[in-house]
């Protein structure tokens, strides 16, 4: 198992000192990640930040507590991920739901409200920053289009990486439906592939 | 499965009006058996995964290959730098020493900054 041995590996190595074995973990789990993160955020969060606010928290703790994780099993990197990002977007909501912004612990850069802080860098070209924008957006819309019930089951079989055990006890259906709503979800979500062209 | 329970019926369950056929509950089981392997971070010869399911492999094989391309193109242009190729980071920035990009999101960009911990990086934004 290639997977397993390589996200155990880049854990032990991380835990080791080895910094560069945290951007392949980056690497490996960002897409999910935003996917995942994207939906876990209310509509009115995501009014108010943008995913990437959040992604940048959950990988910045991830780092930091890297050493208090023990890789168990295939998939545990990906739920300690996606409960550290539960915890970052429920304060992320509090202090939103509060109307005050925790400006210079969730965007430390600088502003009018933080002036000390560092600049933000556009280092991107907008010719690739909008691909890569475009790719996830694309994405989200097509799963966005997709029935509820058919986007929930895709977003934890494939961001969330479960079981479709898991999945089951997750929504309350058993594993026969589980199955059955991704076939029917992937068949809509390969229709809205072919007529978008 | 009993009729007789629509509760524990999986046409019921899944929610839609649309019958559920012997060939797709096959092909949902042969989906859910995919899936399981990649939560196992198993690696999956797409190939030999489809030919063992005979007479469905056109039909699983196309769906298998949608769920794969949600990764993006590949993981390289995917997931890659967000820099142009050859342009190197600085090396500080806001005060800090520039160790290396950890990866780029859709938006930004996440680099190692040398400060007293874990705690520098920064990012691009639009």
Redesign the interface.
Known sequence: MDGQTSTYDLVERFKGGDTAAFGLVFRKYQRSMAVLVHYKMSAELRGAMEVDDILQEVFLAAARDMKQFTYQSPGSLMAWLSRIADHVIMDAARYLNRGKRRAEELLRFRSESNPTGPEPVDSETPSRLFAREETVQILLKKLDALPAEYREVIVLAKFEGLTTKEISERVGKSRESVALLLHRGLKRFRELEASAG | ?SKENPR?D??A????A?K?SEK??A???A??AY??R??????VDIDAFCKATPGLEKELR??LE??N?????S?AS???S???AG?EL?DT????KV????????????C?ASTNG??G??????
């Open positions: 499965m524990k999986p046409e369950m899944a929610g839609g649309e559920t797709e509950r092909i949902a089981e989906l859910a899936v399981d990649l939560s196992l971070e198993d690696t196309s769906l949608s769920l391309e949600m990764d993006g193109s993981p995917s997931l890659g967000v820099r142009e342009e600085p920035l806001s005060g800090h160790l290396g990009e950890i990866g780029a999101g859709a938006w930004a960009a996440f190692w874990w705690g990086r920064w990012r691009s934004r639009r």
